[in-house]
């Protein structure tokens, strides 16, 4: 009984929060830094979230790097800050941030993704890259 509670102590000492909420506009206009994981062609067809950080964690044929990933978020994000993460509809975002917080990343899983905010009205900015 004794190594279980230790063990549950140790594992909410060593990984950082994971927060899981709905993708809404007010969250995405508080202000929070955004890091949108979708593809190039994803961005052009729907437009980006204002501001937001854009690093393609999976390409089109699903593969990624993440050392590649994270050398890119550490040069935007600073490892103790709370951050969004959002992709088309939430499905990779639900596998990036469980990596990310094994890493100790502060995230905020925008649940619905992209598509749950257009539904909502938000607008979107053109990709301009």
Request: proline residues 1%.
């Amino acid at each position: 009984m004794k190594n279980i509670l230790l063990l549950l102590l140790l594992s909410s000492i060593l990984f950082a929060d994971i927060r899981v909420l709905k993708a809404i506009p007010s969250i995405v206009e508080s202000g929070i830094k955004i890091v949108d994981i979708r593809t190039k062609s994803e961005w052009k067809e729907t437009g980006v979230i204002k501001n937001s950080i854009l690093i393609t964690y999976y390409d089109e044929k699903a593969h990624y790097n993440i050392k590649h990933f994270l050398d890119i978020l550490n040069g935007h994000i600073n490892k103790n800050e709370e951050f969004g993460i959002i992709c088309r509809s939430g499905n990779r975002t639900s596998m990036v941030v469980k990596v990310l917080n094994k890493k100790g990343y502060h995230i905020i899983n925008l649940s619905g993704g992209i598509e749950s905010l257009i539904k909502q009205g938000y607008k979107l900015v053109s990709y301009k890259k």
